[in-house]
């Protein structure tokens, strides 16, 4: 079992910047597929970004070169930086876990952009 906390969420104004969080309670955090997905009102869940073991990233049309996934294996963490955000950007952001048939969620964190 792995459970994700984020963190990191808030409001900001369009072309804003926020940095999202994700950590990780077991140390064998280094050996999951990480990914953010995000759920907007009315919209299905969304695949975001995702960082692979060996540090590979794969981006969402919609926020290539806008947003960028890191993780922190020593810290068991991973993060999302949004940058020149938008309205369409709003939404709860999840943390996901992926390794084999195991998969985990956190309990998201709420992006609101908006003036």
């Known amino acids: 079992q792995v459970q994700l906390e984020e963190s990191g969420g808030g409001l900001v104004q369009p072309g804003g910047s926020l940095r999202l969080s994700c950590a990780g309670s077991?140390?064998?955090?280094?050996?999951?597929?990480m990914s953010w997905y995000r759920q907007a009102p009315g919209k299905q869940r969304e695949l975001v970004a995702t960082i692979t073991t060996a540090g590979d990233t794969n981006y969402a049309d919609s926020v290539k070169g806008r947003f960028t996934i890191s993780r922190d294996n020593a810290k068991n963490t991973m993060s999302l930086q949004m940058n020149s955000l938008k309205p369409e950007d709003t939404a709860v952001y999840y943390c996901?876990?992926?390794?084999?048939?195991?998969?985990?969620w956190g309990q998201g964190t709420q992006v609101t952009v908006s003036s």
């Open positions: 077991r140390s064998t955090f280094m050996l999951y597929t």
């Open positions: 996901n876990a992926r390794r084999f048939i195991n998969v985990y």
